[in-house]
DNA sequence: TTCGCTTATTTACACAGTGTCAATTTACAC
DNA sequence: GTGTAAATTGACACTGTGTAAATAAGCGAA
């Protein structure tokens, strides 16, 4: 997190990153990211009209760094069904470490703001897209036991972020352990064999 | 909720538990519920020492009042592992839609309030042991494809919650889809069979 | 240099909601 | 009646968000 030669904004974003990630969940004060940014908390309210659209500009700028469109190429690519949802649970499996602190927060957030729950919901319809996509190819391929809709759904479940959360912090398991299990557990429930 | 004839302590205790579960995850305020139990908001005060207090009471009441107990009995008596699973299943499956309000909201303010994950925590731990129990089970039958402690996380993980809100708040299943789906999905992972 | 524009700072304040306190009332038991 | 517990009333401190106004600093253009 380099701050100098940075606008002003690009500061009071990674000061929030930081803070959000360091804390998943806990909506971070104005006041700290501003003296995180090294800023009047005042010059906050310049760049963003409120908190709420700060982060959610933090999750913006994130996917932009991350580049979360190259990130799921290799899935579209993919030939066969199986292929396909191999390629996307790793891609997605492994983004969700890296935007966690922010998007639990939003995911927080989003029960009683109604703003969060907007682009929280529009950042998991774009998952959901990429679940259905690989639902398709699997009933493209033969290779389905369960309804195209409802393995859309159960797919989107298995790999919420609350199952990540779950699954790696409560029960601790290391990240290897959560793709592989969570691998298997999707091949099983869709396709009825690992 | 009928509301004559009880102790102060117990309308405040069916108020707060009414608007919780009208509007899951948001945490009521304490004039709301003191309106709503026809009482003053200092009223609720004299019965417990805050909010979060208020809330984890309510849970305790809820159990007491639905006999979770019970509940787990018939799950205890099962013979095979296999009907253990499948009581365990449908007692805490049929369990979380009456509980869910409360239980989110707690989840959510489980996130700041670490007298609330304190209790958050006791509760799913609680909910392990059933997890755990069932596994074993299993286990002893020689049914289980797996390690003993991860089929409990994935276990654990399956019957959440969050998982539950998933599929039946978001995907829209019915509650019974969501039963028979999650039945499913937990013999296949933890047997390799439904 | 000086003007004008943009950006940021400082200080102040309104507002909501929790939790605390003290004084007072209500109601019931003895 | 008197005493005691439960409840009410009204006030206040505190935290944190968002708004507003006045001021300062930097910078390009005339």
């Known amino acids: 997190?380099?701050?100098?030669?940075?606008?002003?904004?690009?500061?009071?974003?990674?000061?929030a990153w930081t803070l959000l990630e360091s804390n998943p969940g806990v909506a971070a004060?104005?006041?700290?990211?501003?003296?995180?940014?090294?800023v009047s908390r005042q010059a906050l309210y310049l760049?963003?009209?409120n908190r709420t659209e700060l982060f959610i500009a933090v999750t913006r700028h994130q996917d932009a760094v991350f580049g979360v469109q190259n990130m799921l190429a290799e899935s579209r690519a993919?030939?066969?069904?199986?292929?396909?949802?191999?390629a996307f649970i790793t891609a997605w499996g492994n983004y969700?470490?890296?935007?966690?602190?922010?998007a639990?927060?939003?995911?927080?957030?989003?029960?009683?703001?109604?703003?969060a729950a907007k682009a929280w919901n529009e950042r998991m319809a774009d998952m959901r897209e990429g679940c259905a996509a690989a639902v398709?190819?699997?009933?493209?391929?033969?290779?389905?036991?369960?309804?195209?809709?409802?393995?859309?759904?159960?797919?989107?479940?298995?790999?919420?972020?609350?199952?990540?959360e779950h699954l790696t912090r409560l029960c601790g398991w290391p990240q290897e352990l959560y793709m592989s299990e969570i691998t298997r557990l999707a091949r099983l429930g869709l396709c009825g064999r690992a």
Chains 1, 2 share one sequence.
């Open 29 to 38: 004060r104005m006041s700290d990211i501003a003296k995180a940014a090294g």
């Open 96 to 102: 969700i470490p890296r935007i966690f602190g922010v």
């Open 136 to 164: 398709a190819a699997l009933a493209r391929d033969g290779a389905l036991v369960m309804d195209e809709r409802e393995a859309t759904d159960l797919l989107w479940t298995v790999l919420s972020i609350p199952t990540w």
């Open 78 to 86: 993919a030939e066969t069904g199986e292929a396909r949802l191999q």
């Open 47 to 49: 760049h963003f009209p």
């Open 1 to 15: 997190m380099s701050s100098e030669n940075l606008t002003t904004r690009d500061r009071i974003l990674n000061a």
């Open 104 to 115: 639990k927060t939003l995911l927080v957030m989003s029960e009683t703001d109604t703003d």
